[in-house]
């Protein structure tokens, strides 16, 4: 497993490669609603802090896992530590969720494309399109297919690379495409009031509701706590400089974040008139509140098709290093060939996320723990699985392999990492109790047995 492991030649190589991984739905489509529900600036601070101590504490130690090892996570965890083999497994179980219903919104995605190419543009920003889009029961799931093939055949004709490079060159167009967007955005009437709820904290709405949704979203939008940056690290150089990768990855993927919010949040008091209840929009909120700051530009059509192709190849990327993860582990553990691998998880992808996207339409009724489908899965992957797996890579760093294991291998080559003390503290105390308070609020919550 080891062998042919190719290095990344540059510290930039690796900080593109992992960020380019990094960034996908997660920064342009979760954050902004994540954001616009809980409370904006509050959120957004909540978010802040936690990216600098949290997320980097975690993303420090993963990729240093994955580079002392050589291995992904099921192997990286077992070498070191028989007993911590079981959290390879569990981390391997987040993209098998997340997949599904990643790709249900990357339909949406490419439905919006279609639209705006075809010149829908006024009919887009229309109050009733997006609820009629996906109330419907063919139109999602066809769009929801589409993309979930056009990944697996990237997947299975192994041209990841030539869409990756692809991306690479699009992926800066889409951050100038998004600032530009946002500047437009507060030029408009009413934008004062949106931006002063986005960046202005008010620690009267904090709750620990927005601490949980605000976590969730890191591990999301990092990829972390789901083994992926343990196989980016397995293929860092030792000569890479770990902290300042791992400072880097977390600027560029909070930007990205902080301008598709600023892009987004102030055009929801624009547009809504005042009506604070667009804010809980949900999933729905860019493909809604969009469309309509398009209608409203001079080449609104253009600028939209560009968007949305643009966020296209970000969530494919995104969707395709996803399923090649799921692809090599079922490879690795049953010998099955790539191709009839990939047919098999394309099947499962299909049926898993049949449901979430019906659930916003005719299968609205079904509610698990009074959530729609879809919200569900990303409650039990980003609220759940991942904060379990975080707390136990926590443990298993701060008592089991010791912070030092860590320091060791971040300093390699004479590296300097600064943050040895953050990371020691963090490790050992700081995120496993911050991470088990979540856990239980979080679950209590979801049952009903606790309101926060
Ligand atoms: N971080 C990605 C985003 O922001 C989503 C994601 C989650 C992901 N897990 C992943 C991407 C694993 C690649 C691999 O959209």
């Not at 990286?76 to 919104?105: E, H, N, Q, T």
């Not at 705006?116 to 769009?143: C, E, H, M, N, Q």
């Not at 099947?347 to 009724?365: A, H, R, T």
Request: proline share 3%; with cysteine.
């Amino acid at each position: 497993m080891n062998e042919n492991r190719s290095n990344f030649t540059s510290k930039i190589g690796f900080i593109l490669a992992a960020a380019g991984s990094a960034v996908g739905l997660g920064n342009i489509w979760r954050f902004p609603y994540l954001v616009a529900k809980y409370g904006g600036g509050t959120f957004l601070l909540c978010y802040i802090i936690l990216a600098i101590t949290f997320g980097f504490t975690l993303m420090v130690a993963e990729i240093a896992l994955g580079r002392k090892t050589g291995l992904s996570a099921i192997g990286a965890f077992k070498k070191l530590d028989k007993r911590f083999g079981f959290l390879g497994v569990l981390a391997a179980v987040v993209p098998i969720i997340i997949l599904p219903y990643y790709s249900v919104i990357g339909g949406w995605v490419i439905k919006y494309f279609a639209t705006f190419v075809t010149g829908g543009t006024k009919a887009a920003a229309g109050d009733d399109y997006f609820t009629t889009f996906i109330g419907g029961v063919r139109s999602p799931i066809l769009w929801f297919a589409l993309f979930v093939v056009f990944t697996a055949v990237v997947v299975i004709l192994g041209v990841e690379k030539g869409i990756e490079t692809v991306s690479k060159f699009l992926m800066p167009v889409l951050v100038v495409l998004t600032i530009g967007i946002s500047i437009y955005v507060l030029t408009m009437d009413g934008a004062i009031e949106g931006l002063k709820y986005y960046i202005m904290p008010h620690m009267s709405d904090f709750s620990v509701k927005t601490l949980l949704a605000a976590m969730g979203q890191l591990f999301y939008s990092m990829s972390l706590a789901m083994g992926i940056m343990i196989t980016y690290g397995s293929y860092m150089k030792k000569s890479t400089s770990l902290e300042g990768s791992v400072r880097q990855i977390e600027i560029f993927d909070t930007g990205i974040a902080f301008f598709a919010g600023l892009m987004i949040v102030p055009a929801v008091f624009i547009f809504s008139g005042g009506d604070q209840s667009a804010l809980s929009a949900g999933p729905g909120l860019m493909f809604i509140t969009l469309p309509k700051v398009f209608a409203s530009m001079p080449m609104g059509g253009f600028v939209g098709t560009v968007f949305f192709i643009l966020v296209f190849f970000a969530a494919v990327t995104s969707a395709i290093s996803l399923m090649e993860t799921i692809v090599s582990i079922l490879m690795d553990r049953f010998k099955w060939k790539r191709k009839f691998t990939c047919i098999i998880v394309v099947i499962y992808v299909l049926l898993m996320g049949i449901p979430s996207s019906l659930g916003f339409g005719v299968w609205d009724f079904i509610q698990p723990i009074g959530m729609s489908i879809l919200d569900f899965w990303d409650f039990l992957s980003n609220s759940v699985l991942m904060p379990i797996v975080a707390l136990f890579t926590c443990i298993f760093v701060g008592f089991f392999i010791k912070p030092k294991t860590i320091i060791e291998e971040a300093s390699a080559e004479g590296a300097a990492f600064k943050s040895k003390k953050l990371f020691t503290v963090m490790i050992k105390w700081i995120a496993p109790i911050l991470l088990v308070l979540i856990l239980i609020s979080s679950v209590m919550n979801a049952l009903g047995i606790m309101s926060l």
